[in-house]
């Protein structure tokens, strides 16, 4: 069954523009449109989530989704939104970085059923690495002039900035390729429409001017808005770089934070766009987050959401033991459940002190660990104090004066977490 996939995406926020015609185009059967996804890492980030979210909402339609891997057009570079150019990935890092992001688009998209609208993935490298020179420039260069491609936003901006750089001929050529890629589709699978981000609307119309113009046939386009903060940062980055999907390079307790600790006003937009939730559901939620936004429903829910999808249930609810280590009450359980990652990921930037494994195979005296070894008290006078008052703990369970440090104590058989009254954090670690 058919359902309404500019009608779904609309109310989401999710559409910048569309060619005339392509809602009604899309109500007429089943149709195949295709994303192209850059595969310059072996990661996607949470800036390809919106894409990804369109592709699913396309297969949720009744609709067929195509992953396009720019295997090819990932050797030259994309200069849209780019001030320089980037580098060029040998034919086996490609490769590489295609099966990973498969891996990562199959927690959303549906590969593998006998469904007739089923996903696929392409590589656009299959159909480019036989083209030579002359053949391209002969088969489709002769059917787009440079006027059209002059007047492209990508282009113009590059031409027209400060910098002394400029655009390489590679680069110009871009949307050539890219829009050969949705002719050579258009041919081959009868995909229709190419969806992508506001800043491809250049490439992705020389695709469908390259259909009207070769094929005399008609291609589609759809695009969605960039996704902005409203403080005015770059959505998807954080001090320490993009936020990744690969559990490695961004662990789940970091992604399940990032989107915990959006403001209301992106929590609003973001839930529309990065989780599945009904309309009905999204509109009760921003009312009840209106009346009591302190409690941050709908930023808890966004991250439950989105932290489930990309990861799974287990990692959330292992994402919100670990919020919970700093924010909430906790044992030492929960502290040595934690791994190595994210324990380091939960107490970033507190202070650490690396000591021997002899210290604690002999026992390390708390204050010791407080002052002399740790150096996080100024004096084992000051150490003493704290203990009295009952203020130090080692591993979130209070100590008194006396108590030892052991082995028994290590987390991840390398840390201890010391605490002084409630907010102050120190980790000593095994050298």
């Known amino acids: 069954m058919i359902k309404n996939f500019v009608e779904e995406l609309t109310w989401r926020?999710?559409?910048?523009?569309?060619?005339?015609?392509?809602?009604?185009?899309?109500?007429?059967?089943?149709?195949?449109?295709?994303?192209?996804?850059?595969?310059?890492?072996?990661?996607?980030?949470?800036?390809?989530?919106?894409?990804?979210?369109?592709?699913?909402?396309?297969?949720?339609?009744?609709?067929?989704?195509?992953?396009?891997?720019?295997?090819?057009?990932?050797?030259?570079?994309?200069?849209?939104?780019?001030?320089?150019?980037?580098?060029?990935?040998?034919e086996e890092t490609l490769l590489h970085n295609q099966n990973a992001i498969k891996e990562q688009l199959s927690r959303f998209l549906d590969f593998d059923s006998d469904a007739e609208n089923a996903a696929i993935i392409v590589n656009n490298y299959d159909w480019m690495k036989a083209f030579s020179f002359l053949e391209f420039i002969r088969d489709v260069g002769k059917h787009i002039t440079v006027n059209y491609m002059m007047a492209k936003d990508s282009v113009k901006k590059r031409l027209s900035s400060e910098s002394s750089v400029g655009m390489s001929f590679t680069e110009f050529t871009y949307q050539l390729v890219q829009g050969y890629d949705f002719l050579h589709l258009y041919r081959d699978m009868q995909c229709t429409l190419q969806m992508g981000g506001s800043d491809q609307w250049g490439n992705i119309t020389t695709g469908t001017e390259l259909i009207r113009r070769v094929d005399s046939g008609k291609g589609y386009a759809l695009t969605w808005p960039l996704i902005t903060k409203a403080d005015g940062t770059k959505f998807g980055k954080t001090e320490g770089g993009n936020i990744w999907l690969d559990a490695e390079r961004t662990s789940p307790y970091k992604f399940y934070q990032y989107w915990l600790n959006t403001s209301d006003l992106d929590a609003e937009k973001y839930i529309k766009i990065?989780?599945?939730?009904?309309?009905?559901?999204?509109?009760?939620?921003i009312e009840e987050h209106k009346e009591a936004p302190h409690l941050r429903l709908l930023q808890k829910r966004l991250a439950e959401e989105i932290t489930t999808l990309v990861h799974s249930k287990e990692e959330?609810?292992?994402?919100?033991?670990?919020?919970?280590?700093?924010?909430?009450?906790?044992?030492?359980?929960?502290?040595?459940?934690?791994?190595?990652?994210?324990?380091?990921?939960?107490?970033?930037?507190?202070?650490?002190?690396?000591?021997?494994?002899?210290?604690?195979?002999?026992?390390?005296d708390i204050i010791a660990a407080l002052a002399e070894k740790g150096g996080f008290l100024k004096s084992n006078g000051e150490a003493r104090r704290a203990l009295k008052e009952n203020s130090i703990s080692v591993n979130k369970e209070k100590v008194k004066e006396g108590y030892m440090i052991t082995t028994a104590d290590l987390i991840n058989n390398k840390f201890v977490l010391m605490q002084r009254g409630k907010k102050n954090y120190f980790v000593l670690k095994i050298a």
């Open 13 to 90: 926020g999710m559409i910048q523009d569309s060619m005339p015609g392509t809602e009604e185009h899309l109500l007429e059967a089943m149709r195949m449109a295709y994303v192209g996804i850059d595969p310059t890492a072996d990661s996607l980030h949470i800036g390809h989530l919106v894409g990804v979210m369109g592709l699913k909402h396309f297969q949720l339609s009744g609709h067929k989704p195509v992953a396009l891997v720019g295997g090819a057009t990932g050797m030259i570079g994309d200069p849209s939104g780019k001030s320089a150019e980037r580098n060029l990935l040998n």
């Open 274 to 285: 990065f989780t599945f939730l009904t309309r009905e559901e999204i509109e009760s939620l």
């Open 316 to 364: 959330l609810n292992n994402a919100i033991k670990a919020s919970d280590i700093l924010f909430g009450k906790s044992t030492s359980v929960d502290l040595k459940a934690l791994n190595e990652k994210t324990f380091l990921d939960v107490f970033d930037g507190v202070p650490l002190t690396q000591i021997e494994q002899s210290d604690i195979d002999k026992g390390l």
